[in-house]
Structures are given as C-alpha cells and as structure tokens.
C-alpha cells in the first residue's frame, strides 16, 4: 500500500485534490448553489483555500457541506483514512487508525464511521432485471451467546440479509429477524421483477419467489449447494469476507451502527474492480451533506472495542 502520495501528507495537497474531486467544472457556493459569481479570496490573512461567493455574499472552502466541515482532523489524515479503509479488504479496526494516524482513539472511531457513511451507496436503482440472476440469501452477525450454560443459535445475533446481482452488485440490509414479513419488503424494493431469483430452499423465500420472472433454489438441509445455475455460492463468497472482517478486525459492533459497517463492506465488494486510489476517489465522492454527530446513548454511540 504506497502511501508516500502528498495528498497523505500535505495538507495543501489534499485541499487541491479534494477540490479536483468535488468541483471538477470549478468552484460553486454550497450555500445557494451559485456557480458563476464564486472566487478565491487571496491575501496573507486569507484561509487557505477560501471562496467567496458574489451572489450570496457568504463565505465557504471546499469542506463546507461535507462530513469534513469543522473537523479539527487535518485533511491529510482524513485523506489518509479513507484510502486506508477503501483499500483493506477485511477493514481497518480504529486502534490501527489511531496508531497510523496520530489521533487518539475516539477521533479515529469517530472518523470510521463518518467514512462508512461516505461509503454507502443510495439504493436507487433495483439489481437484476430481464435475463439477469440476483441471489438472496441471509446471514447472522454476532459471537457467542454469553452466560453460563448458554448454547447457541441466532437470538443474540444481529440477522443481515443480502442480495448480489451474479457479476454485478451487492446489497446488504440489517433486518430485525429473518421471516417472510421482513424478506419480503426487502426483495419487492431491491430486485427487478423481471429477474430470476435464487435462494436457498428456505420457506420464507417460496411466496416471495413468485413475484419474479423465475424462481429456482437448492436445499443446503440435504447438502445440496449447487444445482444446475441454481445456488447462492456467490453470496456465500461475499459473507465470509464479511464475516472475517467483522470477527477478525472489528470484533464487536453494536446493531446501531451494523447498517454503516455493511456499507462499508458492501462499496469495498462493488468496487473490486477498481485500484486502492480509484476506490477511495469514489468513497470522498460521497461526503456531500453527510455530516455526522454523535450523541452518547446507552449502547448506541459509545465507542466500542474496535
């Protein structure tokens, strides 16, 4: 991982190139959008990098209006952070931020899940469509059940279910429990109709099953993974990444934030493809109006062990 780049290092370099990033066509006024009248003020007593905009007569620079605004973190480390988080297969626990940067712990847990935000992609369109094979199929997050005498099972786990269009995308959601009435918003918002549709042989999949063009599965109660095109290998794939990441790297995290930490898993899969740079050029792409805060609840923001 070459992170010699000075926009690593050079809190200059990372203004330029988060302004390369954000305003590719020059600068406009995050406060009335105004494109024409915005120039960069100069003098020795201006900020770097500072705009100021004729139309609205406000002031703003390049982080105003993004999870960056206000943040006492220079913008080389937060450039640093996000390239670390976008090129870590399995993810980058907040103790390592921590270390690599020179924060203290807190900050660099707050700065992860300010970059998971920025890393989550709005569902806009369905997967699938006609011809197109979109797999389904559920997974459960969480160690074991703690207590004495305790065994296992699901109910102390967080239940996820994802879908992943065959080459294409995958789409992670934190549901409360796995049955039918909560599969079933899930795959009617998230999948094309016109899709063929596999899954295991698991009921809460049958009636659902048949609002698509098609609708094959295998029975795993019987050892059987793969039948003709019929199976959820693809998937099985995507959890085991997921799940070392979450069991190895960050070993604990909270239902709170479970939805942020699938985003983060599920960008890093969609985006394979791409080089460490390229990928965390498209996360800082998403820090528009996603300013974060964090309030201490009871189990909620508290940082945790990760």
Do not use: C, N, Q
């Given at each position: 991982m070459d992170m010699s780049n000075p926009i690593y290092h050079d809190n200059k370099k990372a203004r330029e190139h988060l302004e390369s990033l954000r305003w590719p066509d020059g600068p406009w006024c995050p406060h009335c959008g105004d494109t024409e009248s915005c120039v960069r003020v100069k003098g020795k007593s201006a900020r770097p990098g500072l705009h100021y905009c004729n139309s609205c007569k406000g002031q703003f620079t390049v982080t105003v209006g993004t999870l960056f605004e206000r943040s006492k973190v220079p913008l080389s480390k937060w450039l640093l952070a996000f390239h670390l988080m976008a090129a870590s297969k399995k993810g980058v626990s907040a103790h390592q931020l921590h270390r690599m940067l020179g924060v203290t712990y807190k900050t660099a847990w707050f700065m992860a899940h300010r970059i998971r935000e920025a890393m989550?992609?709005?569902?806009?369109?369905?997967?699938?469509?006609?011809?197109?094979?979109?797999?389904?199929?559920?997974?459960?997050?969480?160690?074991?059940?703690?207590?004495?005498?305790?065994?296992?099972?699901?109910?102390?786990?967080?239940?996820?279910?994802?879908?992943?269009e065959r080459g294409g995308k995958v789409r992670s959601v934190h549901v409360p429990k796995v049955n039918a009435s909560t599969l079933k918003p899930v795959l009617y918002t998230q999948i094309d109709r016109a899709s063929r549709l596999s899954t295991d042989q698991a009921k809460h999949y049958k009636t659902a099953g048949q609002q698509f063009a098609s609708h094959i599965s295998v029975d795993h109660s019987i050892k059987e993974y793969v039948r003709g095109d019929a199976h959820t290998n693809t998937l099985e794939g995507y959890f085991a990444i997921l799940k070392r990441g979450i069991g190895g790297v960050y070993q604990h995290v909270s239902g709170t934030h479970l939805k942020r930490y699938l985003g983060e898993f599920d960008f890093r899969y969609n985006t394979r493809q791409m080089s460490d740079f390229e990928r965390a050029d498209l996360a800082l792409q998403g820090i528009e109006g996603k300013r974060l805060t964090y309030r201490r609840t009871t189990g909620g923001a508290r940082p945790s062990a990760h």
């Open positions: 989550r992609e709005k569902a806009d369109e369905p997967l699938g469509g006609a011809s197109k094979t979109v797999e389904a199929d559920e997974t459960f997050i969480g160690g074991k059940a703690k207590g004495k005498g305790k065994k296992g099972g699901y109910t102390h786990k967080e239940a996820v279910v994802s879908l992943v």
